[in-house]
């Protein structure tokens, strides 16, 4: 039976965490009128849309708005894309390790963001990844982050091939806490200090970036 092997993308693929966070924070406050607060883990749900929808909650604004805050933030990273290239681009050793992975017949490959799937492929596609046939979940499909996971993996087992385990990929002490929640092993991408806060949020291994793939896939415990 595979393997299923899923990865977030912000910060785990693309280096786009700062400018995803400078749009979506525009984005939001210029929709509220107020400024908003950028720690993540304070929100119920570390995704583009549950974050937007808890914020919608707190100011009084109809869900229906949602939609007009997504619009707003998927126009303003095209805008940053265009303007400055290098404000997104792989992690170090992306593109090769899926490539290495594909060519790995027990192995399957997942994407599970929460990013809205727009901006997530934009991001994507600026730093030349190509995951167009992978199974894709994002945060279009729910406001969980653990529901977006699960949405991943049952798109990976749909042609009936069942999964032998799921091990996820990612970078966000949220990422951690998911993977727990459903019984995942967790590998973190982080350097410095958020490194060893995944460690301690439970990743079994953690890695600067896909670099050595061959110690990528030792972590993993693929062959």
């Known amino acids: 039976m595979p393997r299923l092997i899923m990865f977030d993308i912000d910060g785990t693929l693309t280096e786009t965490n700062d400018v995803d966070t400078r749009c979506y924070v525009q984005a939001m406050s210029e929709h509220l009128g107020v400024a908003i607060d950028s720690e993540w883990s304070r929100y119920r749900h570390v995704t583009d849309s549950g974050i937007a929808a808890e914020l919608l909650e707190r100011h009084g604004r109809p869900p229906g708005e949602l939609d007009q805050v997504r619009a707003r933030f998927v126009a303003l990273i095209t805008d940053a894309l265009r303007a400055t290239p290098d404000a997104c681009t792989q992690i170090p050793g992306a593109a090769d390790f899926l490539r290495s992975l594909r060519r790995m017949p027990d ?117």
């Open 107 to 223: 192995i399957v490959i997942g994407l599970a963001t929460g990013a809205w799937s727009e901006s997530a492929r934009a991001k994507l596609h600026h730093a030349r990844l190509d995951v167009e046939d992978l199974a894709f979940a994002s945060a279009d499909d729910a406001e969980s982050r653990i529901d977006i996971m699960t949405a991943c993996r049952d798109r990976a087992a749909s042609s009936g091939m069942p999964i032998s385990e799921t091990i996820y990929v990612g970078d966000g002490i949220w990422d951690a806490q998911a993977s727990h929640a459903l019984g995942w092993r967790f590998i973190g991408i982080a350097q410095g200090i958020r490194a060893e806060q995944l460690r301690q949020a439970g990743a079994s291994k953690v890695f600067a970036d896909f670099r050595n793939p061959q110690t990528v896939l030792s972590g993993l415990g693929v062959r």
